[in-house]
């Protein structure tokens, strides 16, 4: 399934005679150990002996997909981000994600990010200033992901976070405004002094002028102090996201027990309950099995995120209500590469890293025209409406569309590949959507020292700041 974190296809496996041609961005040698699938590590077997009825007919190779789904590994490292793990910079990042003073319409980036909603806001296309182009997906464990948005056309985190700052439709903003808001507040700007030095002092505002006021007014080297300090608080925002990881899901404490052989020493974490073959019930188990083998959703939802971290195409129709008309990763790949905040560029930490070789080794083709990113499963069920353009909402609905393929067009524009209905039955589609459900994390409890994340800054919150969605966001043109 294609959706707002994770919503690919829900595809026949080759034996089931399913073509999958996933088109892959060529890059260099120095990358190679970024593109290596998230499925790849060799994981923890699971006993056969250990399989429950609903499972023991899987083949040896369908079992082990079923090993990788769990544990979640360790979130990779941010070279290009030097605070990216730095929790002075997560704390100040913390703030401005709840901001509404960034935007002139009291928009935040938690307005389109709602914790309550897995950090999505429940609406088919976001809504900011005006209505976005797409879903909003979900920022929880983001920082997981190689590429970031639905086409992929952020490398970062940091980087991504200008973009709906100054987007019209979204926040409808400007970096002079975004650094403003920071240098004249006297909290926020000892935040800022804490991890980054002393505020530049060429964009003070005197007693004559405000180089953040008037664009006029800035030379190259005031607009260069604000490219800085604009950076500086993108990374802050990045270290923040960096924090919002999901917890242990069912599916995690049922692997856990499938691996252990009294069903009880096993942990998915060191700081989870003991681990339960009961944490899924039949009907979840038998959609599990749909998804390891004759579902083939596992062919682009793989390994312990549920996702290969590439882009495909799956007939979904545009607007002209015949082929895909949104040119998605085609277009995202000439602005990664033109992007100035991109990891090979002047603002990145690292712009000799491999995921700098990455950007610069991206190569466009038509096939690429249409493609989306397969985004995560974990918590889908919590995340909906789905796909990028929201159409389907909810998960009855997209699990039927691939159980039936009503009103796709499969082949397309740019085939990537071919999709047969599944033929699942009502029975088989409510025991796969009984296992997607199964991923959805527990959110963090209070005490958790996860959960200060997961809602506004207790400053912001007792001052009765505005952190929500504004009345604005709805009425705006």
């Given at each position: 399934?294609?959706?707002?974190?994770?919503?690919?296809?829900?595809?026949?496996?080759?034996?089931?005679?399913?073509?999958?041609?996933?088109?892959?961005?060529?890059?260099?040698?120095?990358?190679?150990?970024?593109?290596?699938?998230?499925?790849?590590?060799?994981?923890?077997?699971?006993?056969?002996?250990?399989?429950?009825?609903?499972?023991?007919?899987?083949?040896?190779?369908?079992?082990?997909?079923?090993?990788?789904?769990?544990?979640?590994?360790?979130?990779?490292?941010?070279?290009?981000?030097?605070?990216a793990d730095d929790e002075a910079a997560a704390e100040l990042g913390h703030h401005l994600f709840f901001d509404t003073r960034i935007s002139p319409k009291g928009v935040s980036c938690a307005t389109c990010h709602e914790p309550a909603r897995f950090f999505t806001d429940g609406r088919a296309l976001a809504q900011g200033v005006g209505t976005a182009r797409r879903n909003a997906p979900t920022v929880v464990d983001s920082a997981r992901r190689r590429?970031?948005?639905?086409?992929?056309?952020?490398?970062?985190?940091?980087?991504?976070?200008?973009?709906?700052?100054?987007?019209?439709?979204?926040?409808?903003?400007?970096?002079?405004?975004?650094?403003?808001?920071?240098?004249?507040?006297?909290?926020?700007?000892?935040?800022?002094?804490?991890?980054?030095?002393?505020?530049?002092?060429?964009?003070?505002?005197?007693?004559?002028?405000?180089?953040?006021?008037?664009?006029?007014?800035?030379?190259?080297?005031?607009?260069?102090?604000?490219?800085?300090?604009?950076?500086?608080?993108?990374?802050?925002?990045?270290?923040?996201?960096?924090?919002?990881?999901?917890?242990?899901?069912?599916?995690?404490?049922?692997?856990?027990?499938?691996?252990?052989?009294?069903?009880?020493?096993?942990?998915?974490?060191?700081?989870?309950?003991?681990?339960?073959?009961?944490?899924?019930?039949?009907?979840?188990?038998?959609?599990?099995?749909?998804?390891?083998?004759?579902?083939?959703?596992?062919?682009?939802?793989?390994?312990?995120?549920?996702?290969?971290?590439?882009?495909?195409?799956?007939?979904?129709?545009?607007?002209?209500?015949?082929?895909?008309?949104?040119?998605?990763?085609?277009?995202?790949?000439?602005?990664?590469?033109?992007?100035?905040?991109?990891?090979?560029?002047?603002?990145?930490?690292?712009?000799?890293?491999?995921k700098a070789a990455m950007v610069r080794g991206l190569r466009r083709s038509g096939e690429l025209f249409g493609q989306f990113r397969t985004p995560p499963l974990r918590g889908v069920a919590d995340t909906a409406p789905y796909m990028h353009d929201g159409r389907f909402d909810s998960l009855e609905a997209v699990v039927r569309f691939y159980d039936t393929l009503e009103g796709s067009n499969p082949v397309g524009h740019h085939g990537e590949m071919?999709?047969?209905?599944?033929?699942?039955?009502?029975?088989?589609?409510?025991?796969?959507?009984?296992?997607?459900?199964?991923?959805?994390?527990?959110?963090?409890?209070?005490?958790?020292?996860?959960?200060?994340?997961?809602?506004?800054?207790?400053?912001?919150?007792?001052?009765?700041?505005?952190?929500?969605?504004?009345?604005?966001?709805?009425?705006?043109?």
């Open positions: 399934m294609e959706s707002s974190n994770g919503r690919n296809g829900m595809l026949r496996s080759s034996e089931r005679s399913i073509v999958v041609r996933a088109t892959r961005a060529v890059a260099s040698l120095a990358a190679a150990a970024l593109v290596v699938a998230p499925s790849d590590a060799a994981p923890q077997a699971i006993p056969p002996e250990r399989l429950p009825a609903e499972l023991s007919h899987l083949t040896a190779e369908e079992v082990a997909r079923i090993a990788r789904m769990s544990p979640l590994p360790a979130v990779p490292a941010d070279p290009t981000n030097r605070w590429w970031v948005g639905w086409d992929g056309k952020f490398d970062s985190l940091w980087s991504q976070a200008l973009s709906p700052i100054e987007h019209p439709d979204e926040m409808g903003s400007d970096r002079a405004t975004f650094v403003r808001v920071v240098r004249d507040d006297a909290a926020l700007r000892a935040r800022y002094e804490r991890v980054f030095g002393a505020f530049p002092a060429d964009l003070a505002r005197t007693a004559a002028s405000d180089p953040l006021e008037s664009s006029a007014e800035r030379n190259a080297a005031v607009a260069r102090s604000l490219d800085a300090a604009t950076v500086h608080l993108l990374k802050a925002l990045g270290a923040y996201q960096r924090r919002l990881l999901s917890g242990e899901a069912p599916i995690d404490r049922f692997v856990a027990a499938l691996r252990t052989a009294d069903g009880g020493a096993g942990r998915a974490s060191p700081d989870s309950a003991a681990p339960e073959i009961t944490a899924l019930d039949a009907s979840a188990m038998r959609g599990l099995a749909t998804f390891v083998s004759r579902g083939g959703c596992f062919q682009c939802h793989r390994g312990a995120s549920f996702t290969d971290e590439e882009f495909h195409t799956l007939g979904l129709v545009g607007a002209n209500g015949r082929v895909a008309d949104d040119p998605a990763r085609l277009a995202a790949i000439d602005f990664l590469q033109a992007n100035p905040f991109n990891a090979a560029g002047p603002h990145s930490d690292a712009p000799g890293s491999p071919v999709l047969e209905p599944l033929e699942l039955g009502e029975a088989g589609r409510a025991d796969l959507i009984a296992f997607l459900r199964a991923l959805s994390p527990t959110p963090p409890k209070a005490g958790d020292p996860a959960a200060r994340w997961w809602s506004p800054p207790k400053d912001l919150a007792d001052a009765g700041a505005k952190t929500g969605r504004p009345a604005a966001a709805d009425s705006a043109p």
